[in-house]
């Protein structure tokens, strides 16, 4: 069978349970940084309890998008992805009764997530120097801009003063003539590092099931970004600093992005001694130069690729790219996201349907898994919505006692403020879910 | 002892305590694709054992061509505490926990390692693939003998489409790449990830599986933006160098009187306390009804936004964060240069950057009290060479 085919199976195939089944997350975090984790988590399978005090929450869910356009049926689209396959709770955990409803929830967890101001949650009782008490077992993540401790760690942070303090906005533009400074788009400081503290939650998991013990882990976004920057160390061995080089990546012999006879953006990237010979043998006027590296000669080698590109159409340029063996692949903009077939077929971009909000399309699973599928099951909640689900299943309540704390106002429910609503036309009493009568998804 | 003290304390000793993965081999049979260095890398901070089979493009992949000890820096930085295994050796290595597969789809099947032969004989292998367009599928039959890089990736994932000012003379005004590799970083993290998952389902089931890994998509799943911006819009959004292109807010970089700051206005008591800042209040109203006529009229945002930005050039930067502490908000901060950050002591003693003799490189995120991420020093197999 051909090697395509063979894989292409063993995905479409895949019918074991997720990797992290049975694993129980408590989430308690706001914006994009903290609820990225759990999100990640949940995809991958595990349960993640979402605890917002009521009725207002995670504040994340109210900031306006596009002139008001971002909301979908009530809810921003981006908070309904970020908080796919969750369930929510509404818990006024400043009242002792609520606080000891969390405690138990912690009680049952293997990880618990926050990402408040460093000390925030201590003074509900629920840092990690009081949960550890609780629960030994539980490994904790604190996520910040600088970490919990150390002469930064009392600085706010949001992804751009992350970005402004690691020195990656230093890293990106252009140097010598264009004076601007841009932030990375679209939040990259938050959706990084909560990504790599995936890896390192579950790699805490497998250190716990040989020892037992549970963990803190102090997640700084700023040095999640610093990572990667090999900047510091090309600064100490050369005592220059690299310069910030637009399109450029300086570690290519020939790089960055062009426009073609038909106007699209394409970028192109000859890493290689290899690369760059073979795209040398289309391209004119650029032999020669091969190992010239400096950030002049990698300008001169772009403006004269520019030159030629510039008489290529976009597909021409793929043609040549698979051809030679040169990276090229075209700036796609989120139209073209969305629509790229190849995608589609991958499950990237998939259509779900959401028991309340009907089909979306959503950006489907971070990785492909040959023996356990990965899944967006369904959307974010407003605030409290799953209240009688969780406190019925997962901590044994009475129906009467959940009504009771509903009354006293320990538990509670959204504002119907946009961004926290379920959709119009929504009707308790025909929601087995949110009644608790049934779960999202009942296996 | 205070909180700080007490946490601060839970990370002391770091060097004497275990990691989490202790005693999971892992080899890397990467070529030249970072992507897959990197997911190497993350598993071996996090304690496991990474064999790497050693590409002399990837050494000669360096900023400028500039090599430490013979090998270019990202070589030297993601092959710290792995050991080099030459590709013939490695079906003697074989059975390891975890195979990352970085050379394109086909490539290691066709001399007899790919994962339906390996499978056959270890079916508890975890098989990592990690390509510009995954295993399987049209495309990635398609482009298979393409090789991947960074800029293609943050290309692709329609990341470089939002970045950069269109306002600029050409070629200045085309897109721009985040000036860290950010495709190939989400693509490692996101194999890394998928490893760990795939390890973690083989404790209860006893079998590995196939992970697939396609780094001209990670970005672009993880953010939620591309995918959400058209779905509800009907349209793509356009770069703005300016105000964010979501929140149409001034979360920003802005041009003080003295440098750069960035300005995180996300809610509108944000927004609000920061034209009271600038001595503005006045703006708020007027911003927020340019929201409002968003679609209609774009250009009266853009308008207000020069005005805005005038008014920000008039202070210091220094002035602003301190009237932004003073208020408790927004949160403001002076852009720090990479010779400012390098120098920070913060970075040091928590081992974000560490010092290596005359070198400083990228230390460890993973900061974890019981099982502390690996921040090692390169090996250099000569005395450092200046380049």
């Not at chain 1, 999100?39 to 008001?68: H, N, T």
């Not at chain 1, 396959?85 to 912690?106: A, C, H, M, S, T």
């Not at chain 1, 903009?333 to 009907?358: C, F, H, K, M, N």
């Not at chain 1, 009504?403 to 504002?415: H, K, P, Q, S, T």
């Amino acid at each position: 069978m051909d090697y395509f085919e063979y894989i292409r199976d063993i995905i479409a195939n895949a019918r074991g349970d997720p990797p992290l089944k049975g694993v129980k997350v408590v989430e308690f975090a706001h914006y994009i940084l903290g609820p990225n984790i759990p999100r990640l988590l949940a995809q991958l399978g595990a349960e993640v309890v979402k605890v917002e005090p009521p009725p207002r929450g995670d504040r994340w869910k109210y900031a306006s998008m596009w002139g008001g356009r971002g909301f979908y049926k009530g809810m921003r689209i981006d908070y309904l992805y970020l908080n796919s396959n969750k369930y929510f709770v509404g818990i006024d955990f400043k009242r002792e009764e609520g606080r000891r409803l969390v405690i138990e929830l912690v009680k049952q967890a293997d990880v618990f997530v926050e990402n408040f101001e460093p000390g925030t949650v201590d003074k509900y009782g629920l840092g990690y120097l009081q949960l550890r008490e609780v629960n030994p077992r539980l490994i904790y993540v604190s996520a910040s801009g600088y970490g919990n401790w150390g002469p930064l760690s009392r600085l706010p942070s949001y992804d751009v003063i992350g970005q402004a303090e690691s020195g990656v906005i230093d890293t990106t533009g252009w140097e010598d003539g264009v004076n601007e400074a841009y932030r990375l788009p679209d939040y990259p400081g938050d959706w990084l590092p909560s990504t790599m503290a995936v890896s390192a939650i579950i790699a805490a998991l497998i250190y716990r099931e040989r020892t037992g013990k549970g963990q803190y882990i102090d997640l700084s976004q700023a040095a999640s970004m610093q990572r990667f920057m090999y900047h510091f160390t090309y600064m100490s061995a050369t005592g220059r600093r690299l310069k910030r080089s637009g399109f450029v990546d300086p570690s290519a012999y020939l790089s960055g992005v062009f426009k073609t006879a038909d106007g699209k953006f394409v970028a192109i990237a000859a890493m290689t001694k290899a690369q760059y010979d073979a795209l040398a043998s289309a391209a004119p006027n650029i032999g020669g130069l091969r190992d010239l590296r400096d950030p002049e000669s990698l300008w001169l080698k772009y403006e004269a690729v520019r030159a030629w590109a510039s008489t290529k159409t976009l597909d021409e340029l793929l043609e040549l790219g698979k051809k030679l063996g040169v990276p090229i692949q075209p700036v796609l903009s989120d139209e073209e996201v969305v629509r790229d077939p190849w995608r589609a077929e991958r499950g990237s971009v998939l259509y779900i349907t959401d028991r309340l909000y009907g089909e979306v399309a959503v950006p489907g699973p971070i990785v492909k898994m040959g023996g356990t599928p990965l899944a967006v099951k369904w959307l974010a909640r407003p605030v409290g919505y799953h209240n009688m689900l969780v406190l019925k299943r997962r901590l044994g309540l009475g129906e009467s006692e959940v009504r009771r704390l509903r009354e006293e106002g320990v538990i509670g429910y959204w504002d119907g403020q946009p961004g926290n609503a379920p959709p119009p036309g929504w009707r308790e009493e025909e929601d087995p879910v949110f009644r608790g009568e049934k779960d999202e998804v009942e296996t | 002892m205070s909180r700080e003290e007490a946490l601060a304390g839970l990370f002391s000793g770091a060097e004497a305590k275990p990691s989490a993965l202790e005693g999971v081999r892992v080899v890397e049979i990467c070529g030249a694709n970072y992507a897959c260095r990197i997911a190497g890398s993350i598993l071996g901070e996090l304690g496991a054992e990474v064999y790497t089979v050693p590409d002399e493009d990837a050494k000669d992949i360096t900023p400028h061509g500039v090599k430490i000890g013979g090998v270019g820096i990202p070589y030297l930085i993601e092959g710290r505490g792995k050991r080099e295994i030459p590709l013939a050796d490695v079906p003697k290595l074989l059975p390891v926990d975890i195979l990352i597969d970085g050379l394109g789809p086909g490539k290691l099947h066709s001399m007899g390692l790919g994962y339906p032969q390996l499978s056959e004989k270890y079916p508890d292998l975890i098989y990592v693939a990690i390509s510009q367009f995954g295993h399987y599928g049209e495309k990635a039959k398609e482009y298979a003998n393409m090789p991947d890089s960074d800029l293609t990736a943050q290309a692709y994932n329609g990341y470089m489409a939002m970045l950069g000012n269109p306002s600029l003379p050409e070629p200045y005004s085309y897109p721009i790449r985040a000036g860290v590799w950010l495709g190939w970083a989400f693509a490692g993290a996101a194999a890394a990830l998928g490893a760990l998952a795939a390890y973690w389902a083989r404790l209860r089931t006893g079998r590995g599986q196939f992970v697939d890994v396609a780094i001209n998509e990670v970005l672009s799943v993880v953010h939620p933006y591309q995918v959400g911006a058209p779905f509800v819009l009907g349209k793509s959004r356009q770069r703005s160098p300016t105000i964010d292109a979501n929140l149409l807010v001034t979360y920003t970089t802005a041009r003080a009187k003295d440098g750069f700051v960035a300005l995180a206005t996300v809610i509108w008591p944000e927004v609000e306390a920061f034209f009271e800042i600038i001595g503005r209040p006045d703006l708020a109203n007027r911003w927020r009804e340019a929201l409002e006529a968003w679609e209609r009229e774009p250009q009266r945002l853009r308008e207000l936004e020069a005005e805005v930005f005038a008014e920000v050039a008039k202070y210091s930067g220094e002035d602003l964060v301190k009237a932004s502490r003073e208020k408790g908000r927004p949160p403001i901060a002076v852009v720090k240069t990479l010779e400012y950050v390098a120098a920070q002591e913060h970075w040091r003693i928590r081992r974000a950057i560490i010092q290596c003799g005359d070198l400083l490189v990228p230390g460890t995120p993973f900061m974890m009290s019981e099982t502390p991420g690996r921040a090692r020093c390169p090996q250099l197999p000569e005395p450092t060479a200046r380049a």
